[in-house]
Structure formats: structure tokens, C-alpha cells
């Protein structure tokens, strides 16, 4: 069965500072990848998916990913945070049978 | 177009109650799933439908919980009777025919169970 770990519970970054959310996955089959990003009292929001072809995705709101096979990653950066990117995020893998197994999350803070 | 819909958006009943969580799913889409997230144990898939049909219903907790898909565009949880330890927020989510497509999330039932 697939899983997710999600490395830190919660970031806090600087406004205009990199944002990095690591995400590992396992699965034995070639996997789909999300992330997802809550927002307080909302559902969740596709950010950005990995399903084949080219390893880096870029996703909505600046964000991006990349797919590394060999460290069985998925991790989301964004360049230079923003005050709305406070919220929290999701990494979810799906091993293409429509079940979704989702990570424990991530809160992002952002620093004025 | 609109996205998919749950009601209520908020829940307050007294344990022992029973409890029906509404959803519309996105018009065309093939599937539907419902979720269960708490801090404890953060999102859980408690059942899914094709085509109206129930596929897995092996993260149901309970006899409890019940689910129902009676047509395309409407679906019910249903808690019955309801226990303090069910308050949580449920989600339900819907999805297109292909098994890469994301699925796409309402904003939520926050129930509470006195």
C-alpha cells in the first residue's frame, strides 16, 4: 500500500523567503503525486500533480514540484513566499486505483 | 462552474442523534469520496462510489456510518447514533473518469457531538 511522510509539521519562513515542504512517498507501482494546500475553514485545493512525462510540475500560485524516482520524493518549493501562502498543505500519492493516501500536513507561517 | 457542495456547513447535535451529511458532486464526474479529517488521525478516505455504485467502504469505522449514493448528483453520510469521538470535519470530494485526474474538494461539514 502507498504512503506518505511529510518532514515537519510546521515551516515558518520570511516573507519574500524560499518555502520548502519536503515530501517522501511510498508505492509499489509507478506512483500519481499531488499536493494540495487547505486554507482555514476550506476544502482543499489542488496545487499541482505529477501523473507522467516531465519531473518538475509547476502548480497554481507559483509553486512547483519535482518528481525524483531514485529518493522517492516530491517536494514543493516556492521562490519567494507571500503572506497568502499561509495555510495547509498536503502531499497525497495515488497508486492509480482512485484511493488518495495523504500526508500528515504541513502548516506554513508566514513572517512579515 | 460550481464545485462540489456539502451541507451543512455546520453541525451541533447531541450524542446519540442521528447525523446526515449532504453532498453534490461536480456535474460529470464518475466518482465520489468521502473523508474524515481530525488532528488525531488527519484525512481519512472512508468510502468511495463509482457511477453511484460503492467500491470501497473498508475506512467506514463502524456499523454506525452509512453511506448512500441514489443518483449522480447527490450523496449522504449518515452517523447513526452519533458519539462524541465522531466530531471531526468531513469532506467529500468527487472526480473525473481518468484514475490521474485530481480530486476536487467541497468545503466541509465541521460536526460536533455533544
Known amino acids: 500500500a502507498q504512503s506518505v511522510t511529510q518532514l515537519g509539521s510546521h515551516v515558518s519562513v520570511s516573507e519574500g523567503a524560499l518555502v520548502l515542504l519536503r515530501c517522501n512517498y511510498s508505492?509499489?507501482?509507478?506512483?500519481?503525486l499531488f499536493w494540495y494546500v487547505q486554507y482555514p475553514n476550506q476544502g482543499l485545493q489542488l496545487l499541482l500533480k505529477?501523473?507522467?512525462?516531465?519531473?518538475l510540475v509547476k502548480g497554481i500560485n507559483g509553486f512547483e514540484a519535482e518528481f525524483k524516482k531514485s529518493e522517492t520524493s516530491f517536494h514543493l518549493t516556492k521562490p519567494s513566499a507571500h503572506m497568502s501562502d499561509a495555510a495547509e498543505y498536503f502531499c497525497?500519492?495515488?497508486?492509480?486505483?482512485?484511493?488518495?493516501?495523504f500526508g500528515a500536513g504541513t502548516t506554513v507561517t508566514v513572517r512579515a | 462552474d460550481a464545485g462540489v457542495i456539502q451541507s451543512p456547513r455546520h453541525e451541533v447535535t447531541e450524542m446519540g442523534q442521528e447525523v446526515t451529511l449532504r453532498c453534490k458532486p461536480i456535474?460529470?464526474?464518475?466518482?465520489l469520496f468521502w473523508y474524515r479529517q481530525t488532528m488525531m488521525r488527519g484525512l481519512e478516505l472512508l468510502i468511495y462510489f463509482n457511477n453511484n455504485v460503492p467500491i470501497d467502504d473498508s475506512g467506514m469505522p463502524e456499523d454506525r456510518f452509512s453511506a448512500k449514493m441514489p443518483n449522480a448528483s447527490f450523496s449522504t453520510l449518515k452517523i447513526q447514533p452519533s458519539e462524541p469521538r465522531d466530531s471531526a470535519v468531513y469532506f467529500c470530494?468527487?472526480?473525473?473518469?481518468?484514475?490521474?485526474?485530481?480530486?476536487?474538494f467541497g468545503d466541509g461539514t465541521r460536526l460536533s457531538i455533544l
Open positions: 470530494a468527487s472526480m473525473g473518469q481518468s484514475s490521474n485526474q485530481p480530486q476536487h
Open positions: 497525497a500519492v495515488s497508486e492509480g486505483d482512485y484511493k488518495l493516501s
Open positions: 505529477y501523473t507522467t512525462g516531465a519531473t
Open positions: 508505492s509499489s507501482v509507478p506512483p500519481y
Open positions: 456535474s460529470g464526474h464518475d466518482y
